[in-house]
């Protein structure tokens, strides 16, 4: 069998997802890896290199340019038939693309796979990771996104694999959407679902100004923030940072959870990390049943306390 793999990147740089993907492909069969962008060559030179990579086709239009998924879908699905599996990291890229891959090619679409029991056969968490599903498929062709953290990273580098043009029908566009603009928090931080390290706030921050004190702890950590919905939809932080179920899924080597509860909806997007360090006041707060280390305290007491330290 032979596995494709869409990469994620920004035509400059491969995004650490598509890595993750790839060990999950690498269970499926041979791995063959689609780079589509613009003036992207050196994304395709960077998965060439990656371990268990066989082939990799670029392909290089003005129309893909910004990953626009309504263009970048007929490329996959006129490749689609040579393959058994077709993967993407389950990313507000991947989710985005094959749905609507799956969809032109009359085949069931599964969603953030955790885990890959054969060729046909998959796991899957549901009720915001209550409970882990295992499906088969019947489809000649699957078409999966992959939870990054339930896979480690392939090694980027010990491959050598040929990088073929793939040459699309016109410019690549399609005529469905067109690209108007878009807003980049830009950020010193590392990057939320790459980062080794996460402080979250939580309600019990209280407010927009209190966030500081998660700020400074993080910036002496060298850390990215995080915060839970309910600190999202209060305006405590903005909405990039929102770590959960809808939110981003994380599994950083160290999570520090401050005036969080642990609501279920929160724990689906951390609880795969390493190590998880809780301080809240509540001692019956549920962050407590995840967490490796909890401190009950009053968080604007042991933070400061602890970035003093630091």
């Known amino acids: 069998m032979t596995v494709l793999v869409v990469a994620e990147h920004d035509n400059a740089t491969l995004k650490p997802a598509t890595l993750n993907a790839l060990t999950a492909a690498k269970a499926l069969g041979e791995v063959h890896v689609l780079v589509a962008g613009h003036s992207c060559k050196a994304v395709a030179e960077v998965v060439a290199k990656a371990?268990?990579?066989?082939?990799?086709?670029?392909?290089?239009?003005?129309?893909?340019?910004?990953?626009?998924?309504?263009?970048?879908?007929?490329?996959?699905?006129?490749?689609?038939?040579?393959?058994?599996?077709?993967?993407?990291?389950?990313?507000?890229?991947?989710?985005?693309?094959?749905?609507?891959v799956a969809a032109l090619l009359d085949v069931q679409m599964i969603s953030d796979i955790s885990a890959v029991i054969d060729a046909d056969t998959f796991k899957r968490s549901i009720y915001a990771g209550n409970a882990i599903a295992t499906?088969?498929?019947?489809?000649?062709?699957?078409?999966?996104?992959?939870r990054g953290t339930a896979f480690a990273a392939a090694t980027a580098?010990?491959?050598?694999?040929?990088?073929?043009?793939?040459?699309?029908?016109?410019?690549?566009?399609?005529?469905?959407?067109?690209?108007?603009?878009?807003?980049v928090a830009k950020s010193e931080r590392p990057e939320l679902t790459a980062?080794?390290?996460?402080?979250?706030?939580?309600?019990?921050?209280?407010?927009?100004?209190?966030?500081?004190?998660?700020?400074?702890?993080?910036?002496?950590?060298?850390?990215?923030?995080?915060?839970?919905?309910?600190?999202?939809?209060?305006?405590?932080?903005?909405?990039?940072?929102?770590?959960?179920?809808?939110?981003?899924?994380?599994?950083?080597?160290?999570?520090?959870?401050?005036?969080?509860?642990?609501?279920?909806?929160?724990?689906?997007g951390m609880k795969d990390s390493k190590v998880i360090v809780a301080i809240n006041k509540d001692p019956d707060a549920p962050i407590f049943q995840v967490a490796d280390y909890g401190?009950?305290?009053?968080?604007?007491?042991?933070?400061?306390?602890?970035?003093?330290?630091?």
């Open 195 to 268: 980062a080794r390290v996460i402080v979250s706030g939580g309600r019990g921050v209280g407010s927009k100004e209190n966030f500081a004190v998660i700020e400074k702890l993080a910036d002496k950590l060298g850390a990215a923030v995080g915060a839970s919905r309910a600190a999202v939809d209060a305006g405590f932080a903005p909405n990039d940072w929102q770590v959960g179920q809808t939110g981003k899924i994380v599994a950083p080597e160290l999570y520090v959870a401050v005036g969080i509860s642990g609501a279920i909806q929160h724990l689906a």
């Open 135 to 146: 499906v088969k498929s019947g489809d000649a062709i699957k078409v999966l996104t992959v």
């Open 51 to 100: 371990e268990g990579v066989a082939k990799v086709f670029l392909s290089e239009a003005p129309g893909f340019a910004h990953q626009l998924a309504e263009n970048l879908t007929p490329v996959i699905v006129n490749v689609a038939r040579k393959y058994s599996h077709i993967l993407a990291p389950a990313t507000s890229f991947g989710k985005n693309l094959l749905p609507r």
């Open 295 to 310: 401190l009950v305290a009053d968080l604007f007491t042991a933070v400061p306390e602890l970035t003093g330290k630091l």
């Open 157 to 183: 580098t010990g491959g050598s694999a040929a990088v073929e043009s793939l040459v699309p029908a016109g410019e690549g566009e399609a005529g469905l959407a067109k690209f108007v603009g878009q807003e």
